[in-house]
């Protein structure tokens, strides 16, 4: 009876996953997660497979710093109308479409360019589409955590990061297929196939679009602003300065008080090796002698089902033993994790190895991004969910994004073998936060 009653409560718990507002965060999670690859991993393996050092690839990563730098612009997306489009569809709305169609025209432009003789081009659109992924990111989050309370968050960060994965799993493996299957031979590289995969990836953008033009506006409460002179400019603006940019940091330290360093150290450290050791994945792929096509089959098939097994084990691990424990076993998976691929640097060019190395990273890091992004939720006031939650996310990505810029000098100088490694010891940081959260109960 015992244990019948407990697969009831676990069948019951499941049954949040039907929420309408859950199925639209997926197909959102989803068009916020194509990008990131595109502009990151997959890139990085283009530009390996052109003949690109590993130390420019390194540096490139630093694009990626863009979504730790998201923070400064968040106060306009969380108070600017845009002309026309807010009225008419509402605010978060507005600055999604934007945005979603703005990546768009940069992965369109990243299809033009050939690293080979324009790998500044390349640069641009990549700046262009990791900017407007995080503007895109900044509204999504506002409009998550806007159109349900708390007990619904773990839901929908395991809705958004399911589609997330997906959409990642698309813009690797599905990228790679793509290529794969339009320049024909593997071994040989072919401009013309990359541009076509990515302007398939473009063109995939469409999900998140039409997800947003047929979602509804989530009720948000307004901040109120009391002010004597509300008929002058000048008070105007620093009333709109106070309200988007001063009193959402202060804030979040009023509520926290000094526990806020401990949490801000825990969100800063928390992702880090996975960041660092991403960077180098693809390009060690493809030193290590896989192909196109044996990257994607396996992304594919193992990788898609293990992502899928930890988004929503990620979101019901959070309502069955609590947030921090969840957390805890996700930064303990993504450290062991890294280890694999130390392995697999060592036993060399392995199809069952590099199934169970991908198998274990999908899964470890959907239970770890599922249960990351529910805590991020439940640190943010919804009056100023924008602005608060870019700060956030934005402190998970600087220190870890700027780090990973030197991965590609690392490589070179220790080795695939060791760098995996120093990537899993990287972990132990976080895990010592959580256990002090955990302490302290905040």
Not at 119 to 142: H, N
Not at 369 to 390: C, E, M, R
Not at 405 to 427: K, M, P, R, W
Request: with cysteine; glycine share 8%.
């Amino acid at each position: 009876m015992r244990l019948y009653a407990i697969g009831t409560s676990y069948l019951r718990s499941l049954s949040v996953y039907r929420n309408p507002m859950c199925i639209r965060m997926f197909f959102l999670g989803f068009s916020s997660g194509l990008p990131l690859l595109l502009i990151l991993g997959t890139l990085s393996f283009w530009l390996r497979e052109a003949g690109i050092d590993l130390k420019t690839i390194g540096f490139m990563s630093w694009i990626g710093l863009i979504y730790g730098c998201k923070w400064l612009w968040a106060p306009l997306v969380d108070s600017l109308k845009i002309p026309f489009l807010s009225n008419r569809i509402g605010q978060r709305k507005a600055w999604l479409l934007i945005s979603q169609l703005t990546v768009m025209i940069g992965l369109l432009g990243l299809s033009m360019g050939d690293p080979r003789n324009g790998l500044y081009c390349i640069a641009v659109f990549a700046l262009i589409t990791a900017f407007a992924s995080a503007t895109q990111d900044i509204a999504l989050d506002a409009y998550r955590i806007e159109s349900a309370d708390s007990s619904l968050q773990g839901a929908l960060a395991a809705t958004y990061q399911t589609g997330y994965r997906l959409a990642m799993i698309w813009s690797g493996a599905g990228a790679f297929a793509l290529a794969s299957f339009y320049g024909g031979d593997n071994n040989q590289y072919s401009q013309t196939s990359w541009s076509f995969a990515y302007i398939v990836m473009a063109l995939s953008m469409v999900v998140g679009l039409l997800t947003t033009i047929f979602s509804p506006n989530p009720i948000k409460k307004e901040v109120a602003i009391q002010t004597t002179s509300k008929g002058k400019r000048i008070q105007r603006f620093k009333n709109w300065i106070q309200r988007t940019c001063i009193q959402p940091f202060t804030d979040f330290f009023y509520r926290y008080r000094w526990q806020a360093i401990i949490i801000l150290l825990f969100i800063a450290t928390y992702r880090i090796s996975d960041i660092v050791m991403g960077v180098m994945s693809n390009p060690f792929y493809q030193d290590l002698g896989f192909s196109k096509q044996e990257i994607a089959t396996i992304s594919k098939i193992f990788g898609l089902f293990m992502t899928l097994l930890g988004a929503f084990a990620g979101g019901i691990l959070v309502i069955r033993i609590g947030l921090y424990k969840a957390l805890l076993l996700g930064g303990i998976l993504s450290a062991v994790s890294n280890l694999l691929f130390a392995t697999l640097a060592s036993i060399g060019h392995s199809i069952p190895f590099l199934i169970f190395t991908i198998s274990a990273d999908n899964l470890s890091s959907g239970i770890a991004s599922a249960s990351f992004i529910a805590y991020l939720s439940s640190l943010t006031n919804t009056n100023y969910s924008a602005t608060q939650y870019a700060l956030l996310s934005s402190i998970m990505l600087v220190l870890p994004k700027f780090t990973a810029g030197f991965s590609g000098i690392l490589v070179e100088t220790v080795g695939y073998e060791e760098f995996f490694i120093l990537t899993a010891i990287l972990g132990i940081p976080s895990l010592v936060t959580i256990l002090c959260l955990m302490r302290l109960k905040v």
